[in-house]
């Protein structure tokens, strides 16, 4: 039995801001919860199962509560949208609570649910596994967390890493010194930090100590206490280097492992040590896994279409797959193929 709720708004500034250009923002909260809404006398009218109804209402509040304090971004209504399903606590302010301030002045907030998530889970936790693909803010949001805490003088130094394995390349190919031939694999972290700490500020920390970048090799042997230690690319370390890793942290340390597991630069026959990781500390206690999808990618939005459109391709070509081995087990009188 369908129910109507009506939402009321303080001005028209606010029905405006709510709305959206050609009424998007509405649209879009209709859809998500299978809802039909109609514009009324300075509000709107939602139509629907009580339970959506109430949802989109949550939906409302918490969208026009937003738009009173700044412009409203298509990411963020997708978190607010996410964030009523989950049943988070939409608490805009909460929402809003900047991550980091950048080097230019620039607040850095999570746009979207998942990052909230991702944010929230490294405040929380003493390891924490972002795994996602590429634009979902893994690496930058880690950095930011990380120079905040190293400024609040929570940890006394910050460690960066990644292990060296890009598309077969090895070091010792590449030229120059040592900090020549890492530098490749490590530029994304090095634009994090410029960012976030502007111009060389970065060579200042790592000659006072505070600031380590270095390839995973380097960790072996070591213990890293007071430290916030982020892994990135973890995708491409194999078993082994991913239980030297967690095993080197120290007292009051956090570590982050970030990586995409459908970016596995690894031979073939090597198991990726992100991939073991996730199926063998599931459940321990103190780490924390927040997985990051397309919804969360805050590049272009064409990113975000042709990650989705991969991770069709990836189902479908799955199905696909297992309906041919489906039939070729029912024709060889119920025993699979080859044997």
């Known amino acids: 039995m369908n129910v109507t709720k009506e939402k009321k708004f303080d001005s028209f500034e606010d029905v405006h801001a709510v709305f959206g250009e050609l009424d998007c923002n509405v649209k879009k909260i209709s859809e998500a919860f299978g809802v039909d809404i109609l514009a009324t006398d300075g509000g709107v009218g939602i139509i629907g199962e009580e339970k959506s109804v109430e949802s989109a209402y949550c939906a409302f509040d918490a969208l026009c509560e937003l738009a009173k304090k700044q412009s409203v971004i298509p990411a963020q209504i997708d978190m607010i949208i996410d964030g009523v399903r989950e049943g988070y606590d939409l608490e805009v302010d909460e929402l809003l609570r900047p991550v980091a301030i950048t080097a230019g002045g620039k607040v850095i907030c ?23 693909p590429a634009g979902t803010g893994k690496t930058y949001l880690a950095v930011a967390l990380a120079v905040y805490a190293l400024k609040k003088r929570r940890v006394s130094k910050i460690i960066l890493t990644r292990p060296a394995v890009e598309a077969g390349e090895k070091l010792g190919f590449l030229p120059g010194d040592m900090n020549e031939k890492v530098d490749p694999y490590l530029r994304p972290l090095f634009d994090a930090l410029q960012d976030m700490l502007g111009g060389d500020a970065h060579l200042r920390l790592m000659e006072r100590g505070e600031l380590e970048i270095a390839p995973l090799a380097f960790m072996r042997g070591r213990t890293l206490s007071n430290s916030f230690i982020i892994l990135d690319e973890a995708q491409n370390t194999t078993k082994e280097q991913m239980k030297m890793f967690l095993t080197r942290m120290g007292d009051n340390s956090k570590v982050v492992v970030n990586g995409d597991v459908t970016q596995i630069d690894l031979p073939s026959q090597v198991e990726s040590g992100l991939k073991h990781a ?10 924390e896994t927040v997985t990051l999808g397309a919804k969360d990618v805050v590049r272009h939005e064409l990113v975000t279409r042709i990650i989705r459109a991969y991770e069709k391709y990836g189902r479908d070509e799955k199905k696909r797959l297992d309906n041919g081995a489906e039939r070729n087990t029912q024709s060889n009188g119920g025993e699979p193929s080859g044997l």
């Open 110 to 132: 999570p746009k979207t649910f998942g990052q909230k998530k991702y944010v929230d889970a490294i405040e929380k936790n003493s390891v924490v596994f972002g795994v996602g």
């Open 278 to 287: 996730l199926k063998v500390l599931g459940n321990v206690e103190g780490i």
